[in-house]
């Protein structure tokens, strides 16, 4: 079983929708994750971290974590265009090493 | 505060010769992580450091190394290049959370 696994998509959403992006992970004893963006030739870039139970919310980003699930989401309202790109789920372990799910693609159709 | 840096950016070698990449990580963070990134693999993590010590390590031959300098900076070191290691080489420095450098592609002939 993978530390951190999403739904491999890919993802497809008109523009204006909302989109759905999961990630379950196994080590119970995570405290931490990640939602990175990554477009396409370019680095990682992370645009949410979530340490508690609920929802976190950054303008149209929202991080869902679900501990006794061990399941964290993002759903992007509004969805834009230029919201196109893979997305990684991240988090380390309690040997604190990071660990990467292999990422959503997401397109997001004008 | 300056971001993650790397040198190069594009690099060109050819089969059987050495490279080595650098990266500098925001300042105050003390652990740099280095993953290679190939279009089927995804991210692979490839080792990281943290204090000058290696704290973890991925599923690399021993061609890949690396070392961590007392001001946090690190570099890695690919000998004996084979043509599957083409791929972008990220560097990502943390405390909390982990940043990433724009990554060096490196193309193997």
């Known amino acids: 079983q993978k530390e951190v696994e999403q739904n491999s998509g890919p993802l497809s959403v008109p523009e204006g929708a909302i989109a759905s992006l999961n990630c379950t992970y196994s080590?119970?004893?995570?405290?931490?994750f990640f939602w990175y963006r990554q477009y396409s030739g370019k680095s990682p870039e992370l645009i949410m971290s979530i340490y508690s139970n609920g929802d976190k919310e950054d303008g149209r980003f929202t991080a869902q974590l679900n501990k006794a699930s061990q399941y964290v989401s993002l759903l992007i309202r509004d969805s834009q265009p230029s919201d196109s790109a893979t997305y990684l789920c991240?988090?380390?372990?309690?040997?604190?090493?990071?660990?990467f799910g292999t990422g959503t693609s997401l397109t997001v159709i004008p | 505060k300056a971001g993650v840096t790397q040198t190069p950016r594009y690099l060109i070698k050819t089969r059987g010769q050495q490279v080595t990449l650098s990266c500098s990580p925001i300042s105050g963070h003390r652990s740099v992580s280095w993953y290679q990134q190939t279009p089927g693999q995804g991210l692979q993590f490839l080792f990281e450091y943290f204090s000058e010590t290696q704290r973890n390590k991925g599923n690399f031959p021993g061609r890949f190394s690396g070392r961590q300098f007392s001001n946090s900076r690190s570099e890695m070191n690919v000998s004996t290049l084979e043509l599957g290691d083409s791929a972008l080489y990220l560097c990502?420095?943390?405390?909390?959370?982990?940043?990433f450098g724009p990554g060096t592609r490196l193309t193997v002939l």
């Open positions: 080590d119970r004893g995570s405290q931490s």
């Open positions: 990502a420095s943390r405390s909390t959370e982990q940043f």
């Open positions: 991240a988090s380390p372990n309690t040997g604190n090493q990071f660990y």
